[in-house]
Every structure is written in C-alpha cells, then in structure tokens.
C-alpha cells in the first residue's frame, strides 16, 4: 500500500452555547500558574486509534488522568505540513478526515472542541524565529483529534494546531519548542504528534494484528531514540541523519519525526522523562511515547 496524500474534508459540526460561553472565558489570556503543564510525544498510528480500544488508546485515557487538566491543548501534527509556520486561530475548529479507505465509523466522528484565538495570538508573539500566519481555515486533523478525543472526550478544552513548516530543518523546529515552553507555564498541555519510526512503504500488513512486531532496524533504531532521550542528548536527535542508515529507513520523510522536536525543545531543566506505549506495529511502524514533567 503507497504512501496517501492527505485530503482535507471539511464536516460542519453543531456549536452549542454552552461552548461559546466556556470559549469566551479564555479571550482574556491565561496567567501563568505555579504547577507547569508537562510536555507530550504520541505516536499516533493508525486513524482507527481514535475510535478503538485498543492499548494506545487506554494509555491516552489513563495520562490524561495523571497530568493536571489543562487549560487548553497545543498539537503540532503531522498532518498539518505548511510552507512557513500557521497556528489555527477560529473559535471552534473544523473535524478534518484527512484519510481515505477508512469505515464510515470514522469519518462519522466529529470533536467539536473550542479553539483560542487569543491564545493563537499570544503563540504567534511568543515565536521569535519564525513569523507565524494566524489560520481560519485548517481544524484539527486526525494526528490531533484521535488522540484528544480519548484524552479528553467531553471536548471542552480548547485545542489548537501549529502547523510544521516543511522548508526548514530539524534545528529550526527544535529551537521553536524551546521557545513554547512558556506555555506550559500558563498551563497549556504541548503535544507532539507523529511516530518516531514511520515507513507506510515497508509496513509488513499481514503483521498488523501481531503483537509488537518490529523488523531489526525498526527496533534498533528505536532503542536508540529512546536512549538518547533519556540522556538528554539531542544533537543527534536533531541531526538524525548522522545515525546511519536505520535512522533514514526509520524517517525517510521527516513529518511524522519532527513534532518529537517540539517536545524535546520545549523540555524545561529540571523535567523527568518516561516512555510509554513502546510497542512496534506492522515490522516500520512505533507508537513510541514520551512524556516530559
């Protein structure tokens, strides 16, 4: 199965106001907070994550009881691949089904969570390495709502998307989670989403359903990942090139690698770090996670 170019379907959904009024109570800017917000990396997987109960999904539910309830919830997906760096600024966000082959199930499912314009603002005036476009017309993709969704499931935290700029490099990205980390202080939860090892073309898919079915390399090279984490040592991380050839069978597109930048960036000194949900799917595929704080 080739790699699928991603469509935006936009849903209309229904806006109640109750969830104008809960939108309203936040266009005064949020305050920082003395219990900082942790910081997330989710591999997301398969689009079918969002409506399953599968062991991911579980895990979602579960963190999201652990950490403190945000204040409101900034992702930067995969999915959302720009020329130049957009943060989603309407009052309520679109559901997008950015896939195709999928039970109509999926497509059904709308999370009709309010946005932020003020804290999109607030975003745009907190990144100095890069100029940042306010967007009306982009949503939540599935890298955002399949995850949220399970997290939190009344949808009444407001979510935004930040958009990846596909011109710049790993170091650009990193350098732009240092500068979220502001965020976290006023209690804004910062997700990551993509998959660490991501290779659609090599995914062995009569493996699918066997548990934590990983080729050598895949495996390999997610250890490392791991490792280099857990010792704070980023460089090579931002310059994964340098990690040999498992490394570019793991990211041969960079997408679904560079929002673990954002989360490795915005990493405050004194922060634990813990993974979970490291399982490998289909021989090139992990839902390795990382959580900071």
Not at 26 to 55: A, R, Y
Not at 95 to 117: C, K, M, R, S, W
Request: with cysteine; charged share 20%; aromatic share 10%.
């Amino acid at each position: 199965m080739e790699r699928r170019h991603f469509i935006q379907t936009i849903i209309t959904g229904t806006v109640s106001m109750t969830s104008l009024a809960a939108f309203k109570n936040f266009t005064c800017g949020l305050n920082e907070q003395e219990q900082i917000m942790p910081v997330l990396f989710i591999g997301h997987g398969s689009p079918m994550n969002g409506i399953e109960d599968s062991e991911f999904s579980r895990r979602w539910t579960q963190i999201a009881k652990e950490i403190p309830t945000p204040k409101a919830v900034l992702v930067v997906s995969a999915h959302w691949f720009t020329s130049g760096t957009r943060i989603t600024a309407m009052d309520f966000p679109k559901t997008i089904h950015d896939f195709g082959g999928f039970p109509q199930e999926l497509f059904d499912v709308q999370y009709p969570a309010p946005g932020n314009p003020a804290l999109a603002n607030e975003t745009a005036g907190l990144l100095h390495s890069a100029h940042v476009e306010l967007d009306h017309d982009w949503g939540l993709d599935h890298g955002a709502w399949t995850i949220i969704r399970h997290m939190y499931p009344d949808a009444n935290i407001p979510v935004l998307q930040l958009s990846i700029d596909y011109t710049k490099g790993p170091q650009f990205h990193y350098d732009l989670g240092k500068e979220l980390y502001a965020l976290r202080k006023k209690g804004v939860l910062l997700i990551g989403s993509g998959n660490m090892v991501h290779n659609l073309r090599m995914v062995a898919w009569d493996k699918l359903n066997d548990q934590d079915y990983g080729y050598d390399w895949a495996k390999d090279i997610n250890e490392k990942f791991k490792s280099l984490i857990q010792e704070g040592n980023y460089k090579p991380l931002i310059n994964y090139s340098s990690l040999g050839k498992e490394a570019l069978l793991a990211i041969p597109t960079p997408e679904h690698y560079l929002p673990l930048m954002y989360t490795l960036g915005a990493k405050g000194g004194k922060d634990d770090i813990s993974i979970f949900n490291d399982k490998a799917v289909g021989g090139s595929l992990t839902m390795t996670s990382v959580k900071i704080g």
